[in-house]
Structures are given as C-alpha cells and as structure tokens.
C-alpha cells in the first residue's frame, strides 16, 4: 500500500503550521526521488467532515514544500501527505490549539 512505500523510501518530515497566517511548511528528511514539483495535503477534522480542506504544497527546494491553510478549528486533525500520483502516503496529527508542528512519517 501507498503507506508501506513511503516506508520503504524512507520518506518522512515535519510540518510546521502557523495558526496566524495560515501557513504550512514541510521539512522532509531527505529529497524526494523523482521529479516531485507539488504535494498535496489532505486536513482532516476528526469529527467534522466540512472543516476537513486539500491544499497543494509548492516546492521550495529538494526536501521543502510550502502552502497555506485555512485557520483549523479545535480538533485532533489527521494529516495525509501524497504526490500527485498518489505513488505512496506519509501521515500525522496536528492537535488545535496548542501545537505548530506535526511529525510526518
């Protein structure tokens, strides 16, 4: 499965998230292999489907991607990390209010 691939590639990162602005940086821990320009990130709210939001994250450099969320309400929110093919899956929890950086693996 896709979340077994990202394992095997050893890909993982942190996300940081900035509840004033919006903004969303992820930090991976090596490059990507191939040619990844974008990375799309699915929100979402454990209880409250109409909250959840996909944001696409543009390239900063080989391992930094960046995009801007919507202000998150309180919630223990499920984050889904996936290139446009959807070739492999990392994920974590961001916890509203109270944390600005979630680990991705």
Do not use: C, M
């Not at 998230?17 to 940086?25: C, I, L, S, W």
């Not at 991976?28 to 929100?43: H, I, T």
Request: overall charge neutral; hydrophobic content about 40%; charged content about 30%.
């Amino acid at each position: 499965d896709s979340a077994a691939r990202a394992k095997a590639l050893g890909i993982a990162g942190s996300l940081d998230y900035d509840a004033d602005t919006g903004a969303v940086t992820l930090a991976l821990e090596k490059p990507l292999p191939g040619d990844k320009s974008a990375l799309s990130l699915q929100v979402t709210h454990p209880t409250l489907p109409d909250q959840d939001q996909s944001i696409r994250l543009s390239r900063l450099d080989d391992a930094r991607f960046a995009g801007r969320l919507e202000p998150l309400g309180p919630g223990n929110w499920k984050l889904a990390l996936r290139p446009a093919d959807r070739a492999w899956r990392v994920e974590g929890r961001l916890l509203q209010p109270g944390s600005n950086e979630a680990r991705l693996d």
